[in-house]
T-cell receptor
Framework: DTGVSQNPRHKITKRGQNVTFRCDPI?????LYWYRQTLGQGPEFLTY????????KSRLLSDRFSAERPKGSFSTLEIQRTEQGDSAMYLC????????????FGNGTRLTVT | RKEVEQDPGPFNVPEGATVAFNCTYS??????FFWYRQDCRKEPKLLMSVYSSGNEDGRFTAQLNRASQYISLLIRDSKLSDSATYLCAVRDDKIIFGKGTRLHILP
């Protein structure tokens, strides 16, 4: 199966710690997206890349959040100085650059900040 | 106005009935439209893309109304297994999701 892969699946951390998540997209996809989802809400856009270029970052996103995709393949999302409000499911998705191409999601990383 | 809006529901519908959801979007320049299905504590999965002329996939029909800026999803002959949250997604550059509509199919 060459779908989108995310790890870890679960992360429990104490408030104030830094965490980093990884996403491996479908290999032929050049677009990669990060979303955050909390209970009862839809996926909230965080940022996206085309190849290694970060094209947009949500204005709602704190400076504590940073994402990279250094070689245009896998991506990492780092949250510094975590807060309890950061607890959520972090979803990664990828798509080809073709018009009308849908997103394919990974299983997500569930973050709990205690 | 939010970028993508959906009625959160829940819609409680008897098995075999027909149910329809709408989703409105604010950006008239939006290019692509999708319906996703999400089961509890799982990732969203693509249900169907929405094409300008409308499209059908088995019991599911999607429509796009650019003039009124909404998309719709119709589910015919609903099954218990259709119980899920249905998310609409709209693309301009990035892809934005609605909050989802919860559907419960009742036996």
């Amino acid at each position: 199966d060459t779908g989108v892969s995310q790890n870890p699946r679960h992360k429990i951390t104490k408030r104030g710690q830094n965490v980093t998540f990884r996403c491996d997209p479908i290999s032929e996809h050049n677009r990669l997206y990060w979303y955050r989802q909390t209970l009862g809400q839809g996926p909230e856009f965080l940022t996206y890349f085309q190849n290694e270029a970060q094209l947009e970052k949500s204005r709602l996103l704190s400076d504590r959040f940073s994402a990279e995709r250094p070689k245009g393949s896998f991506s990492t999302l780092e949250i510094q100085r975590t807060e309890q409000g950061d607890s959520a499911m972090y979803l990664c998705a990828s798509s080809s650059g073709v018009h009308n191409s849908p997103l394919h999601f990974g299983n997500g990383t569930r973050l709990t900040v205690t | 106005r939010k970028e993508v809006e959906q009625d959160p529901g829940p819609f409680n519908v008897p098995e075999g009935a027909t149910v329809a959801f709408n989703c409105t979007y604010s950006n008239s320049a939006s290019q692509s439209f999708f319906w996703y299905r999400q089961d509890c504590r799982k990732e969203p999965k693509l249900l169907m893309s929405v094409y300008s002329s409308g499209n059908e996939d088995g019991r599911f029909t999607a429509q796009l109304n650019r003039a009124s800026q909404y998309i719709s999803l119709l589910i015919r002959d609903s099954k218990l297994s259709d119980s899920a949250t249905y998310l609409c997604a709209v693309r301009d550059d990035k892809i934005i999701f609605g909050k989802g509509t919860r559907l419960h199919i009742l036996p």
